[in-house]
């Protein structure tokens, strides 16, 4: 039995109820914890995530340089069309970014209390039938 086991990534946020909701609906996620100041969330996919109050936290202002990156997520999606619709409908926001370089197309968001994170298009490994 691993001494260490994985946990969870905790984002710092004025507003954990929120910010839950979003990533739920965006990971098509259940609530497995609430308490007063975290709560923690078990995507359909197996992601992890918790939001821990936090009345000073300050959102990340990455690409710029001050206050830079904090955290960043990635999530693989088949449609980075769809998904960016599905972002902004709740709430989120793009981020102007230079394009990544390597083999998938990517694009970077910021959840409604600033944290960024990215879309990675994945394209199938599997032959396209019909």
């Keep these: 039995m691993a001494l260490v086991k994985a946990g969870l990534v905790v984002l710092d946020c004025a507003e954990p109820e929120k910010l839950a909701g979003f990533y739920k609906e965006l990971l098509e ?22 939001f821990r109050r936090d ?23 088949e449609d980075l069309d ?16 230079k394009d990544a370089s390597g083999p998938h197309e990517e694009r970077g968001y910021a959840d409604p209390a600033g944290h960024s994170f990215t879309l990675r298009c994945v394209p199938p490994t599997a032959p396209k039938s019909g």
């Design 29 to 50: 996620a259940e609530e497995t914890h609430e308490s007063a100041n975290r709560v923690e969330i078990l995507g359909a996919g197996g992601t992890r995530l918790a």
């Design 55 to 77: 009345m000073n936290a300050t959102p990340p202002s990455w690409p710029r340089p001050e206050n830079s990156l904090q955290v960043h997520l990635d999530f693989v999606v």
């Design 82 to 97: 769809e998904a960016e619709r599905k972002i902004v409908g709740l709430g989120g926001r793009p981020l102007e970014t």
